[in-house]
């Protein structure tokens, strides 16, 4: 493996591939890493795609140039390499972002990142919204209280909320809305805050578009 000198950091690893595009990875801070990575790409990792002749050198990082990534040494950071870079397999794509992983850290810290970093993908694409879909800041409220029917327009006494699991919490004191079983009602609404969610019941029993009974 040549190495070609270079002035104090950052460094690239400049892979050529005969019949292929050459290809950079960068930058390395320490030349050491550097000529690390370059030697176990070259003796360490044959049979992963690169073409016969490939060759590896250590050279000054040329920020103006293409780069492939260093893997980065953080579980997130390398998901959202994962994310970034499909990796296409053979020659063309050699070497690839789990091949750089085992060049920089070996076999088996590789394999326990690579892990790590799929672990991660999939937690947030299951909390990720829907494509087109936007982030919901609300939450679920649980109001309940009595219904008044003084007039034309009923009307709904809030006695307390309930948020998500929470226990019952008391906003006013009325105990008759646990004793009184006539008029008793509750609704389940969406809202940011529980004032939003008293505001949509009260709304909703004075429209008569809330109905639901208190069980």
Avoid: C
């Amino acid at each position: 493996m040549p190495t070609t000198p270079a002035a104090t950091g950052p460094f690239s690893v400049i892979v050529t591939k005969p019949g292929h595009d050459t290809v950079r990875v960068g930058p390395f801070t320490e030349r050491v890493r550097a000529q690390g990575f370059a030697y176990t790409l070259d003796y360490g990792v044959r049979g992963t795609g690169a073409p016969a002749g490939t060759t590896f050198d250590v050279a000054a990082y040329d920020p103006h140039l293409p780069h492939l990534s260093v893997p980065a040494d953080d579980t997130a950071g390398l998901a959202r390499q994962m994310d970034a870079e499909p990796g296409p397999s053979g020659p063309a794509g050699f070497p690839d972002l789990f091949t750089r992983l085992v060049a920089d850290r070996g076999w088996e810290d590789a394999a326990r990142a690579w892990l790590k970093a799929r672990a991660h993908r999939a937690q947030a694409a299951e909390s990720a919204p829907a494509s087109g879909e936007q982030p919901d800041d609300k939450q679920t409220f649980t109001v309940f209280g009595i219904i008044n029917h003084h007039g034309a327009t009923p009307s709904l006494d809030v006695a307390g909320i309930v948020a998500g699991e929470s226990t019952r919490v008391d906003l006013y004191e009325r105990p008759w809305a646990y004793t009184d079983t006539k008029g008793r009602f509750s609704v389940t609404v969406r809202a940011a805050t529980w004032q939003d969610a008293e505001e949509q019941a009260i709304e909703g029993v004075e429209s008569s578009a809330l109905r639901e009974p208190w069980r």
